[in-house]
């Protein structure tokens, strides 16, 4: 594909603009996508995790599932000419209104929501249960919920989090299905999913979300809906059925005590794994982070991501997608273990990396290589890189099911992930800096600086670096394409 180079912001917002999902996912969604089967079934598919994901987004951080998941802060585009850009603080752009807050449309912030005031739904929502169906292999976000949220939660409004971890974000999803077909249309067993792309896409096409809510809550004010990253969700148009909370981008790590340069292209990769056979392997998908890494392989070896905007093209797929299985079969003979097998997620990717086995490892948090340092986990000389093409980053949402038994409960949590004093705390524990899916613009001067002043350490690589590397995520409905022909053409070759 055209070398993308330094990827600068200003055509990573056209190539969203262009597209007409304007979709930029990612965990976990951390978190990338899995995906539930469309028509309601009543067995999970198994797959990754939620990016990211936000990413879904994987093991050492980002979310996985179908698509849920990933961890960090949006990336986003414009609109028009005349619009104000609102920035988050690591420079990447999340708002496209005059005012820099996301639209404003009717009921924004105003907490009427299921026809009770927000003072109604916080009464009947104290001494409440949430059950929190989410990704459970990020660590960070386990820390996050352990460390602030479960006991902010009690302490503030009265309601117990239980957080229900899932291999697969699809295993939620499927159990929606199964409730709905089974005539269970209230006092439903999940509250709230952390979830995006394909497993979104599914629950909307089955009509199994709570509509008409994310807007109405009280700190939807400080979100910029209106942003493409923000307003659709691999290429499904939010509505108002989910709420953003955590922005991934994809990253990978290495250890400069073993590797000296990393490569950034996917030439280089064949080139390094020929030169160093058995050092590299990437997740078999649908995982979260292993179908991100084929994504990217895609968008290298057949032109690009522009291509792929929109809805699904079977004229530009058929012609394009072989160049990306050729690629895969060359490395394949090269890769741990001759290719003959794939690591089953990313814990078991990152224990490879950690235990010298193979060189590198990936991860839809950008901030994985610090919080593996922090964990003891990785090497201290462990640091991050990006593609020369960019990598994909997405926004990871909490949705609510239409017969969810505590949907007051839900909505009181969904608002508190969004408060600029969760965001912040969330920047902190994951060490992302100022990361956050705020449009900073929209806070107040003492808000901004909590955030600003976050700092980053070595082994992450700066926000605004991070930012200008970023390309959008390609339609769920690719996704699931992907992931099903590398089963058929690289998997069983």
Known sequence: MPRLSV?????????????????????????????????????AVTGAKPTIAMGATGATSAPAATTSA????????????????????????????????????????????????????????KGSTVNWFLYGASTTTNDYLNQYVIPEMAKQYGITVKPTPLGDTVEAVNKVLAEKQ?????????????????????????????????????????????????????????NAREAPWAFAQFVFLYDTARTKQPWKSMAALETYVKANPGTFTYIAPPDFTGSAFVRHVVYE??????????????????????????FLNRIKPY????????????????????????????????????VGIAKGTFPKTTRTFSLDAGTVANVSYVTIPFNAANKE??????????????QTRRAIIAKSGDATVLNLNALSDADKMALKAIPLDEATLPNAELSMHAVPELPSAYVTRIDKDWAA???KK
């Open 7 to 43: 990827l600068s912001r200003r055509r990573f917002l056209a190539g969203v603009a262009a597209s007409s999902g304007g979709a930029i996912l990612a965990a976990c969604g951390d978190i990338a996508a899995t995906v539930a089967p469309t028509v309601a079934p009543t067995t």
């Open 70 to 125: 990933a961890t960090s802060a949006p990336v986003a585009a414009t609109t028009g000419t005349a619009a104000a850009v609102a920035t988050a603080g690591n420079g990447a752009v999340i708002g496209t209104t005059a005012a820099g807050t996301g639209g404003s449309g009717a009921g924004l912030g105003s907490g009427m929501i299921l026809g009770q005031t927000w003072e109604q739904i916080l009464a009947k929502a």
């Open 182 to 238: 089974a005539g269970k249309t209230t006092g439903g067993s999940v509250d709230m999913i952390w979830i995006n792309g394909a497993n979104f896409r599914t629950m909307s096409d089955a009509d199994i979300v709570l509509t008409g809510w994310a807007k109405a809550l009280p700190n939807a004010k400080y979100i910029a809906w209106d942003a493409p990253v923000v307003a659709n969700d691999f290429g499904v148009p939010v």
């Open 301 to 326: 070896t057949t032109g690009g991501y522009q291509q792929y905007g929109g809805s699904f093209n079977e004229a530009v797929y058929a012609a394009k997608s072989p160049a990306a299985w050729d």
């Open 335 to 370: 890769l741990w273990q001759k290719g003959e097998t794939y690591p089953e997620g990313s814990p078991k990717l990152d224990m490879l990396f950690a235990n010298g086995e193979i060189n590198f490892t990936m991860s839809y948090s950008t901030t994985a290589a610090s």
């Open 409 to 422: 409960g839900a909505l009181v949590l969904a608002d508190f992930l969004d408060s600029p004093a969760a």
């Open 489 to 491: 053409n690289v998997l």
